[in-house]
């Protein structure tokens, strides 16, 4: 693997079940235990694949129709159950539904038009986050020492 390909965050301990992830170009976005009273409106670990999964998509199905029209209304949502069996805690029954609409006019025909297509190839083929979850691609989890 190259450079070119690596994606990073580091994921630091701000407090008691909180956490704030930091990306290379300095991002960050706060997260932590839906238990935590103080960090109640914070997006849970589980929330944040959730979001991951409808934002990739988002971006990708938004380009192709955004060249066309700007859209009168853009929301995805994401949801899944999350169990606990014999293969430990998972989300399963992972749904991703767009609700889109364009105003009239000529680009917005064609926006209209190409949304579902937009929506498969972004599922099938684009979003990383989805192909990664459908592919079932092994994590490797180590402990430095220090």
Same mark, same amino acid.
């Given at each position: 693997?190259?450079?070119?390909?690596? !994606?990073? =965050?580091?994921?630091? &301990?701000?407090?008691?079940? &909180?956490?704030?992830?930091?990306?290379?170009?300095?991002?960050?976005?706060?997260?932590?235990?839906?238990? +935590?009273?103080? @960090?109640?409106?914070?997006?849970?670990?589980?929330?944040?694949?959730?979001?991951?999964?409808?934002?990739?998509?988002? =971006?990708?199905?938004?380009?192709?129709?955004?060249?066309? @029209?700007?859209? +009168? !209304?853009?929301?995805?949502? @994401?949801?899944?159950?999350?169990?606990?069996?014999?293969?430990?805690? !998972?989300?399963?029954?992972?749904?991703?539904?767009?609700?889109?609409?364009?105003?009239?006019?000529?680009?917005?025909?064609? @926006? #209209?038009?190409?949304?579902? &297509?937009?929506?498969?190839?972004?599922? +099938? #083929?684009?979003?990383?986050?989805? &192909?990664?979850?459908?592919?079932?691609?092994?994590?490797?989890?180590?402990?430095?020492?220090?």
């Amino acid at each position: 693997m190259t450079d070119n390909t690596l !994606r990073s =965050v580091t994921v630091e &301990r701000t407090g008691t079940g &909180r956490f704030v992830a930091t990306n290379a170009r300095g991002g960050t976005v706060a997260f932590g235990s839906s238990s +935590d009273p103080d @960090a109640e409106t914070e997006f849970t670990p589980v929330e944040l694949l959730l979001a991951a999964l409808a934002g990739c998509s988002a =971006v990708d199905v938004d380009v192709a129709t955004g060249r066309h @029209a700007e859209p +009168d !209304r853009f929301t995805i949502a @994401a949801s899944g159950h999350k169990i606990s069996d014999d293969l430990g805690n !998972r989300l399963t029954d992972l749904r991703v539904t767009f609700s889109v609409s364009f105003p009239d006019g000529e680009g917005a025909e064609r @926006a #209209r038009a190409i949304l579902p &297509r937009a929506v498969k190839t972004s599922h +099938d #083929r684009l979003c990383t986050v989805s &192909r990664t979850v459908e592919t079932g691609t092994p994590v490797t989890v180590t402990v430095e020492e220090g």
